[in-house]
T-cell receptor
Framework: DTEVTQTPKHLVMGMTNKKSLKCEQH?????MYWYKQKAKKPPELMFV???????INESVPSRFSPECPNSSLLNLHLHALQPEDSALYLC?????????????FGSGTQLSVL | AQTVTQSQPEMSVQEAETVTLSCTYD???????LFWYKQPPSRQMILVIR??????QNATENRFSVNFQKAAKSFSLKISDSQLGDAAMYFC???????????FGQGTELSVKP
């Protein structure tokens, strides 16, 4: 299994809602990532988990809250988002550190904030 | 600061022809990694090819090859015998060590004409 599975594929939420994005991999990777991507732009790193511990937070607003319950699962909890947070949210995983570049990405969750 | 520049926002190629995508980067490091990622309409980022800076030999992966010019800080991607499935956004990326952050260029959108 060489897949990173993200659910849901699409999400529409109001600014007062609370929702969660889910990411799962069964490749035994111990590093997992959240990226945010606007249309026709490169992905922007948000968070990195290494061995289930948060190792990098790229100064992301607290309305985004990551969680890594186990080595296969990564969540992104969303609360009180703004319309400018509408974007594609990509999850990725890797066996080694991200600098080796061998990241496996999911297909993303397209988020719309109304 | 490390930067990655892709000067061609869009490119087009005829099916079965060859196309070259350009990428330049700026770094003061001597040892680093360079990558090309592909993002088709499915939105899943896929690693196409990877080059280690200490290796003089250009990386190849089937129809994909790179021209790595370390002194010129240039890293172009050549796609031979282009296929319709090659139509995608292509991102050049850089990292300077295993724990380093992936730095992406702005992307080149490639269309393939039948």
């Amino acid at each position: 299994d060489t897949e990173v599975t993200q659910t849901p594929k699409h999400l529409v939420m109001g600014m007062t809602n609370k929702k969660s994005l889910k990411c799962e991999q069964h490749m035994g990777h111990r590093a997992m990532y959240w990226y945010k991507q606007k249309a026709k732009k490169p992905p922007e790193l948000m968070f990195v988990y290494s061995y289930e511990k948060l190792s990098i937070n790229e100064s992301v607003p607290s309305r985004f809250s990551p969680e890594c319950p186990n080595s296969s699962l990564l969540n992104l909890h969303l609360h009180a988002l703004q319309p400018e947070d509408s974007a594609l949210y990509l999850c990725a995983s890797s066996l080694q550190g991200q600098g080796f570049g061998k990241l496996f990405f999911g297909s993303g969750t397209q988020l719309s904030v109304l | 600061a490390q930067t990655v520049t892709q000067s061609q926002p869009e490119m087009s190629v005829q099916e079965a022809e060859t196309v070259t995508l350009s990428c330049t980067y700026d770094t003061s490091e001597s040892d680093y990694y360079l990558f090309w990622y592909k993002q088709p309409p499915s939105r899943q980022m896929i690693l196409v090819i990877r080059q280690e800076a200490y290796k003089q030999q250009n990386a190849t992966e089937n129809r994909f090859s790179v021209n790595f010019q370390k002194a010129a800080k240039s890293f172009s991607l050549k796609i031979s015998d282009s296929q319709l499935g090659d139509a995608a956004m292509y991102f050049c990326a850089y990292s300077y060590n295993q724990g380093g952050k992936l730095i992406f260029g702005q992307g080149t959108e490639l269309s393939v004409k039948p």
